[in-house]
C-alpha cells in the first residue's frame, strides 16, 4: 500500500491506488476479475455469426481480447442492447442465447499476474451489490446461467453448493439468495477478496489538480528504490461503516460501477417519511414485515386467503417488484389492496412468456379482473395513494376526483429506484442528455463506447453497469472488458513513450 503525500493538496496518509473501482456488485466484482490479471481469449470455436466469426479469426494467435481493436471487432452487432461492447462480450459468452441456443463460451480466460493493476473495489455491503440488499425469496428475471461471471459456471456451481448431483435445467431461473452467494463465493474462489474493502461508503469523489499530481519518478529515502508515481487524477473519500474511519484514496482513474437502486423512488406524499415502521419501500424490508405481522396476529400463514384476518396490505405500483409483493401477502394469506395509476396495465408477454414468469401473469390478471373474482385481492386501477394518517388510514384518490379513506395494517410503496450520484460534485453532469438527469433506462451516463470513459467528466473516470446503460448482468460485462482494455492500452503507449 503507498501513500501519496502532496502537501496541502492531499489529506495526509492518503492512499494511492491506479484504480479505485466504487461498487461491488457484479460490474464491480467482473472489473476486479480482469485487473487482477484474468484476461480473456477467443477460443477459435466458430460463431452461429459469421461475419462476427470472419473478424474474430483475424486476432493474432496468443493475443487477448484486451489488445485487440474492439470497435472493429463490435461493428454491424444487433441485440437487446444499445452498447456495442455490450452485445459483443454476450455474443462471446452466450452465443445466441435469444435465439434460444445453449452454446459453450467463446472466451477463456488466462491469468498473467504480470498484468495485474493496482486497484481497490469499495462496496457497501458484502460482494454482490444489489443482489445482497434484494429479496433472497424472489426469482430472477434472467435465466440463472445469465446471471454468472467467466470462470465459474453458475449452474455447476449452483448443484454443488446445494448438494444437488443434477443440474438444474438452462431454462430454469434461480433464486436471488443463490444470485447473492455465488458473488460473494465468486470473490473467494477467484482469489480477488485482497482487493476488495467491503464494508465501506463513498461520500465524495473530486477531480483533483494534475497540475500538483503530475506523473513522477522519485527515490524511497528508506529503500533507496526507484518509485514511479504515476498522476493522480481523482480523490476518493469515504469512511467504514463497522469503524467510521475515514479514508482517502487518491487514484489515476475511478469506475463508477454504483448501480441504479440505492435510493427507492417515493410518492412525495404527506406521512410518507413519518411512519417508517409501516410505510415501507423495498420488498426485503416488507417480507419481514409481513412475517412480523403474521406472527403477531396469529394468522394461519398455510391456509388460503379465504377469510381476511387483518386489514389489508396497501400495495402501491404495477411492475414486477408491486408484483412480488402481491405475490408475498397472498402467500402469507394476508388480503391486498392494490393501487395502480393505469386503467388496464400493460405487461410485455413478449419478453416475459407465461411458461417461465408464471407467477407475474397471475397478478397481471388479477389487477386486469373486474369481476373481483379474487378473495381478499382488490385491484384499485386509476387511483393514486394521496395521503398516510398516523393511524393507518390512507386517503386513495379515484378518477373522478373522488377520495376514499381504508384503514390498512401495512403500506408498500413499491415505484422503481434510482442512482445515487450524490458523491459526485454537483456541477459535473454526466446524463448523456445533460439537461436531464440520468437515468439508467431513458437518459444513461455518455461513456464513450470502446472505453467505457464518462464523456462528460474530467479525464480517468470510467462508468460501468446501470449508469451505462447496461442493465443486466448479462450485458454489464463488457463495459469491464472495455474499461481493462483502455487501461492496458494506455498503459502499453506509455510503456513505448518511455
Ligand atoms: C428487483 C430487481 C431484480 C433484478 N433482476 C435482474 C435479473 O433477473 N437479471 C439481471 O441481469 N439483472 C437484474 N436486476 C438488475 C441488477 O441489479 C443489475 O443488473 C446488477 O446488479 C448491476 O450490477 P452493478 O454491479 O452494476 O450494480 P449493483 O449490483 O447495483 O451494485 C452496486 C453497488 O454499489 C454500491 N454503492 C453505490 N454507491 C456507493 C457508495 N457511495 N459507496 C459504496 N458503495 C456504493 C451499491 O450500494 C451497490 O451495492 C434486477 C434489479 C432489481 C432491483
Known amino acids: 500500500m503507498r501513500s501519496y503525500n ?8 492518503a492512499i494511492y491506488k491506479d484504480v479505485v473501482v466504487i461498487g461491488n456488485g457484479p460490474s464491480g466484482i467482473m472489473l476486479s476479475y480482469i485487473l487482477a490479471g484474468n484476461w480473456p481469449y477467443y477460443t477459435g470455436r466458430p460463431h452461429p455469426d459469421e461475419m462476427l466469426t470472419a473478424r474474430l479469426k483475424g486476432i493474432p494467435a496468443g493475443r487477448s481480447l484486451l489488445e485487440e481493436d474492439l470497435n472493429f471487432l463490435s461493428q454491424g452487432l444487433e441485440g437487446r442492447s444499445n452498447n456495442p461492447m455490450s452485445l459483443l462480450s454476450d455474443m462471446l459468452m452466450h452465443p445466441y442465447a435469444d435465439v434460444g441456443l445453449d452454446l459453450p463460451s467463446l472466451l477463456e480466460w488466462r491469468h498473467h499476474p504480470e498484468h495485474q493493476v493496482d486497484h481497490i473495489v469499495l462496496g457497501k455491503g458484502p460482494p454482490g451489490g444489489a443482489w445482497q440488499v434484494m429479496d433472497a425469496n424472489i426469482l430472477t428475471i434472467s435465466l440463472g446461467s445469465w446471471m454468472q461471471l467467466p470462470g465459474v459456471d453458475y449452474r455447476l456451481w449452483e448443484a454443488v453448493d446445494s448438494g444437488s448431483e443434477v443440474l438444474s435445467s438452462r431454462n430454469c431461473r434461480a433464486s436471488v439468495r443463490s444470485v447473492a452467494r455465488y458473488y460473494s463465493d ?16 463513498v461520500t465524495a469523489v473530486r477531480p483533483m489538480d494534475t497540475a500538483l499530481t503530475q506523473c513522477r519518478n522519485s527515490i524511497d529515502p528508506e529503500t533507496g528504490v526507484q518509485i514511479h508515481q504515476p498522476e493522480a487524477r481523482w480523490q476518493v473519500e469515504g469512511y467504514d461503516s463497522t469503524t467510521h474511519i475515514p ?3 487518491v487514484c489515476n482513474r475511478v469506475v463508477l460501477a454504483t448501480g441504479a437502486n440505492d435510493i427507492p423512488n417515493r410518492l412525495g406524499i404527506p406521512g410518507e417519511l413519518d411512519n417508517t415502521d409501516y410505510v415501507i419501500h423495498d420488498l426485503a424490508t416488507l417480507e419481514k414485515c409481513l412475517d412480523r405481522l403474521v406472527e403477531e396476529e396469529g394468522i394461519d400463514r398455510e391456509g388460503s386467503p379465504c377469510e381476511a384476518q387483518c386489514d389489508p396490505i396497501l400495495v402501491v405500483g404495477a411492475g ?5 409483493a402481491v405475490i408475498a401477502a397472498r402467500f402469507r394469506s394476508l388480503p391486498i389492496i392494490h393501487v395502480f395509476r393505469s386503467k388496464s396495465p400493460q405487461f410485455n408477454g413478449r419478453q416475459l412468456p407465461e411458461e417461465m414468469y408464471p407467477e407475474y401473469h397471475k397478478v397481471h390478471q388479477m389487477m386486469n379482473d373486474r369481476s373481483a373474482s379474487y378473495p381478499h385481492y382488490t385491484a384499485m386501477p386509476e387511483h393514486n395513494l394521496v395521503e398516510i394518517c398516523p393511524d393507518k388510514k390512507v386517503r386513495l384518490q379515484g378518477p373522478d376526483g373522488k377520495i376514499s379513506v381504508h ?10 429506484s434510482r442512482q445515487d450520484l450524490s458523491i459526485l460534485p454537483s456541477n459535473l453532469n454526466l446524463a448523456s442528455d445533460p439537461t436531464r438527469p440520468v437515468d439508467c433506462r431513458s437518459n444513461p451516463v455518455l461513456v464513450d463506447p470502446f472505453s467505457y470513459a464518462a464523456v462528460r467528466a474530467p479525464a480517468g473516470m470510467h462508468v460501468v453497469g446501470p449508469l451505462a446503460g447496461d442493465n443486466f448482468v448479462r450485458f454489464l460485462q463488457g463495459g469491464a472488458i472495455a474499461v481493462a482494455s483502455n487501461i492496458h492500452k494506455d498503459k502499453s503507449k506509455r510503456e513505448t513513450v518511455l
Open 407 to 416: 384503514q390498512v395494517s401495512v403500506i408498500t410503496i413499491l415505484i422503481g
Open 247 to 249: 479514508f482517502t484514496y
Open 186 to 201: 465468486y470473490v473467494k474462489t477467484r482469489r480477488i477478496g485482497r482487493f476488495f474493502r467491503n464494508k465501506t461508503v
Open 320 to 324: 414486477l417488484s408491486a408484483a412480488d
Open 6 to 13: 502532496l502537501g496541502a493538496s492531499v489529506p495526509e496518509g
